[in-house]
């Protein structure tokens, strides 16, 4: 397989500079805008379906939890997506062309499942397909911003744009989906979902339209770190001895973990403090809209603090976050409550996202972003499952804050076990650290 496009231009290069503030801004612009415009397709279909199920078909927590464990299986394998990144070019465009050919897909398939019947069969069938051509282009995404966020010392940059702009449509989603799934009802359940289905095939086909794009702020300032000789086998090797990975991984999880937050938290809402779809969708846009805040600020103190100064503190506001949820029986209060709650886990939201760019080995940036996310559905199930259990067990929401603030604050020791060399410096300074499994003392400030 050929290498990818975007790695091409300044074949050779190794020295890392600090871009100028015109081009790093058009880089954001650049990432903010698929990463807004890939969203909305996900949140438009996934969060009615979520509804139509619970609803409509009448599912319980467990079987609503299972179905969502079934759709995420492509996701499971998120890093065979990211390696497929790093090593195919799709018509010699590398992620240019991953974007343009799998948002064309996934546009076919939403129009051939907007005229299917909206039923069990056809939804877990949609999320599945749909799944796959989301993850190649998110891999196409995340590696490209994973490689200039390494190659220009804007890591934690890119990590507060990524957070920001991705929480976009999952605000814009989440009050859409409220009211949308008024069309999964009755007898407007099949022209709810034709449409619903059709909405989301527009959009994917503006997301292939977004690859024929070539800013040359973006792709004039990154270069090759895969040779293009270089057997599979030896780039799968490279990878899983590459140590540095693991501490961030475990990290990632360890936050992303959260028993209770999904499927629980959806039935204590709205059975015990009787929300509607829309107050419930709401709920969760103030949490996500509060987080943006704090990665706003991250982008802005990650240029004047070390990595691990922003990892701790990060951390400790992030503990209470989940408490208030102890305390709040009534929907006003709960719903004054989202977005401070949101506000307190931004920073270290952010804060992780950059640790595990940092950790990526040089060419294999998709592989590592993916391997991430990958983790990540199978831990935020594994966790939706926990808490799901413990609430039909004890018929008790508390029990689900308790273990999500636990497993929050294992989070503190797990920072030990990061390479001191990677998290010692802000954004603008290069850390020669973590090569190749090895935490390198020596610290180099950028050109």
């Known amino acids: ?6 790695l091409e231009p300044g074949l050779g290069a190794t020295s890392p500079a600090v871009l100028g503030s015109t081009t790093r801004l058009r880089i954001v612009l650049y990432f903010g805008g698929l990463l807004v415009l890939m969203g ?6 996934n969060i009615p379906i979520g509804f139509f199920l619970k609803n409509k078909l009448h599912l319980a927590a467990h079987e ?18 990211g390696f497929a990144r790093d090593v195919w070019s799709p018509f010699g465009r590398g992620d240019r062309g991953l974007i343009m050919m799998f948002g064309a897909l996934g546009a076919v398939l939403c129009a051939g499942f907007a005229f299917a019947p909206p039923v069990y069969a056809t939804f877990l069938a949609a999320a599945l397909m749909l799944s796959a051509c989301f993850l190649f282009v998110r891999s196409a995404l995340r590696g490209l911003i994973a490689t200039i966020g390494q190659q220009h010392a804007m890591s934690g940059q890119v990590s507060a744009a990524f957070s920001s702009f991705e929480a976009v449509p999952v605000v814009v989603g989440l009050l859409a989906g409220g009211l949308l799934s008024n069309l999964l009802e009755g007898d407007k359940a099949a022209q709810g979902a034709h449409t619903l289905f059709l909405v989301g095939g527009v959009l994917l086909v503006l997301v ?3 690859g024929v794009l070539k800013p040359r702020a973006v792709f004039d300032n990154v270069h090759r770190e895969r040779d293009a000789a270089a057997r599979l086998v030896d780039d799968l090797k490279r990878l899983v001895r590459h140590t540095p990975i693991y501490p961030a991984l475990l990290i990632w999880l360890l936050w992303q973990f959260v028993p209770g937050f999904g499927t629980p938290l959806q039935y204590y809402l709205q059975d015990t403090l009787k929300f509607s779809d829309a107050q419930y969708t709401a709920w969760f846009a103030l949490y996500f809209a509060g987080a943006v805040p704090g990665f706003v600020l991250y982008g802005y103190l990650c240029r ?6 922003l990892l701790v503190w990060g951390t400790i506001l992030a503990l209470p976050m989940m408490l208030p ?8 209060g709960a719903l004054a409550v989202a977005a401070p709650m949101g506000a307190l886990g931004g920073m270290g939201g952010a804060a992780f996202f950059d640790l595990i760019i940092r950790s990526c080995p040089k060419g294999l940036q998709g592989s590592m972003l993916m391997a991430a996310a990958g983790a990540l559905a199978i831990d935020g199930q594994l966790g939706n499952l926990l808490g799901t259990t ?5 018929h008790n929401f508390t029990v689900c804050v308790i273990a999500m603030t636990v497993t929050n604050g294992l989070i503190l020791p797990a920072i030990l076990l990061v390479p001191r060399g990677l998290i010692a410096t802000p954004d ?13 003392a020596a610290i180099t400030p950028a050109l």
């Open 1 to 6: 397989m050929a290498a990818a496009e975007v």
């Open 40 to 45: 909305f397709p996900e949140n438009v279909i």
């Open 304 to 309: 004047r603090f070390a990595l691990r100064t």
């Open 64 to 81: 609503l939890a299972i179905f969502w464990s079934i759709a995420a299986i492509p996701t499971y394998f998120a890093v065979a997506f």
């Open 325 to 332: 949820l102890l305390i709040l029986h009534q929907k006003i």
């Open 428 to 440: 603008g300074v290069v850390s020669v650290a973590a090569v190749d499994g090895e935490d390198a």
């Open 208 to 210: 292939a339209l977004y």
């Open 390 to 394: 413990l609430y039909d067990h004890f």
